[in-house]
């Protein structure tokens, strides 16, 4: 079996630099880039809260989140976390809504379970209504690109090896 990794691009694009997440995954998988490892599959979300967490019942052994986090000291602060069950909890989805603790905690409620999870964060500068990235969380894009390609890279050398790495807190 193909050992296979969810790449989830996640966040409002109407709000500011709650867009985070979809706009590095366009990046990420834009035609001229360096192609990912075939075992990598990148999905923009969006707010699409249940189409993640269905697809995340197809037993992926691996998932990494893209998104604005409130974690770091400036807006364009780039942080990855490694997420675990106990990390999520359960909680109530919204099916209008992307909400990652609600979606993460209600896989198992689903009948799945959570894999290894990894989340490719940036703290934003506004997530008022709005269509683009303000200029720190924009800046900020490059730098998660390099570390989605580092975590992927360790991920698939590890899965390939047998065993997934544990996270960077």
Do not use: K, W
Request: with cysteine.
């Amino acid at each position: 079996m193909t050992q296979r990794v969810l790449v989830a691009g996640v966040g409002n694009l109407f709000l500011g630099d709650d867009g985070f997440g979809p706009e590095v995954v366009r990046r990420l998988a834009a035609p001229g880039q360096e192609p990912l490892p075939a075992s990598v599959r990148v999905v923009d979300y969006g707010i699409r809260g249940v189409h993640l967490a269905y697809d995340l019942l197809d037993d992926y052994d691996a998932l990494v989140v893209l998104d604005a986090i409130p974690r770091g000291d400036a807006p364009g602060d780039i942080t990855v976390l490694e997420v675990g069950p106990g990390d999520v909890g359960a909680s109530d989805l919204d099916a209008h809504g992307m909400n990652p603790v609600a979606v993460l905690g209600t896989v198992g409620s689903l009948g799945g379970s959570l894999p290894p999870t990894y989340v490719v964060g940036c703290r934003p500068e506004s997530l008022a209504e709005g269509i683009g990235l303000s200029e720190a969380v924009a800046a900020a894009v490059p730098t998660a690109i390099e570390e989605t390609r580092a975590l992927l890279a360790r991920l698939c050398a590890a899965l390939d090896a047998g065993s997934v790495p544990a996270g960077r807190r």
